[in-house]
C-alpha cells in the first residue's frame, strides 16, 4: 500500500485517482501511524516552499519522513513535495528543507532568458543523464517522453543525484533520486501514460 501524505499541501485526488487507475492500493492520509505502515509513500506539493514545510513540521511529518527514509522506506516526492527533500529553499527567502538530497532549490529566473514565461508551464521531454544507467522509475518509457511541468523554481548542486533533466531555455532538473528517496519536479499523475508509467514502476519498487 502506497500512502499519499495529506498535509494541507497537493493535488492528492489527481494522484489518488491515477493510483487507482493502475490498480494499486493507496490511501491519502494524515495518520502517521498509516504512513509508518505502508510499503512506499509520496510527498506531493504545490504552492511555496516555507507554507508547505511549517505544515509539514506541525504534523511532525518532517521528523517521520527523515525516520523512515533511513529505514529504507520509498520515498517520492512530486513538485513541490520533491523540492521540500532538499537540503534548502532560496524561495522567498531562505528556508531548510528536510535534507534527504544534497541540493539546493534556486529560482529558474536565474538562469533562463528573459523572454521566456515564469512559471515554466507545459509538456517537455526528458533527457537522462549520459554517465549513468537508466533510473529504475524510468524503466517504462523513453528517453524524449514528455511529462508537464509547473514550477518557477528548480533543484540545482545535486548533480550526482540528477536521474533526468529537461529543457526550458536551459537545463532544468526533472527528476532525482538518491537511494531509496525520489523527486519527480514534473507532475507523473498529470502526464498521461508515461506519467502512469513512472507512477507504476515506483509502485513495483
Known amino acids: 500500500m502506497i500512502a499519499i501524505i495529506d498535509y ?11 493510483l487507482a487507475a493502475l490498480g494499486i492500493d493507496s490511501v491519502v492520509t494524515d495518520d502517521e501511524a498509516v504512513i509508518r505502515n505502508a510499503d512506499k509513500i509520496i510527498l506531493p506539493g504545490v504552492g511555496a516552499f516555507r507554507d508547505a514545510s511549517e505544515k509539514l513540521a506541525e504534523r511532525g511529518f518532517d521528523k517521520l519522513l527523515k525516520e523512515l527514509a533511513a529505514r529504507g522506506k520509498p520515498i517520492m516526492g512530486i513538485c513541490l513535495g520533491m523540492q521540500l ?5 532560496y524561495e ?7 535534507g534527504l538530497i544534497k541540493g539546493s532549490v534556486k529560482p529558474i529566473a536565474d538562469i533562463i532568458p528573459a523572454d521566456l514565461k515564469i512559471p515554466h508551464i507545459g509538456w517537455n521531454g526528458l533527457i537522462f543523464p549520459e ?10 518509457i ?23 533533466n ?40
Open 8 to 18: 494541507g499541501v497537493g493535488n492528492l485526488f489527481s494522484l489518488g485517482s491515477s
Open 131 to 140: 554517465n549513468k544507467d537508466k533510473n529504475e522509475i524510468f524503466k517504462y
Open 166 to 205: 529537461t529543457s526550458y531555455g536551459a537545463p532544468l532538473t526533472a527528476a532525482v533520486a538518491s537511494g531509496n528517496v525520489y523527486g519527480c519536479q514534473f507532475h507523473p499523475e498529470k502526464s498521461g501514460n508515461v506519467g502512469l508509467s513512472i507512477i507504476k514502476a515506483f509502485a513495483e519498487l
Open 142 to 164: 523513453n528517453e524524449g517522453d514528455c511529462v508537464y511541468f509547473v514550477h518557477s523554481y528548480y533543484a540545482t548542486d545535486c548533480d550526482d543525484a540528477v536521474i533526468a
Open 92 to 98: 522567498f527567502g531562505r528556508y531548510k528543507g528536510l
Open 85 to 89: 527533500l532538499f537540503d534548502e529553499s
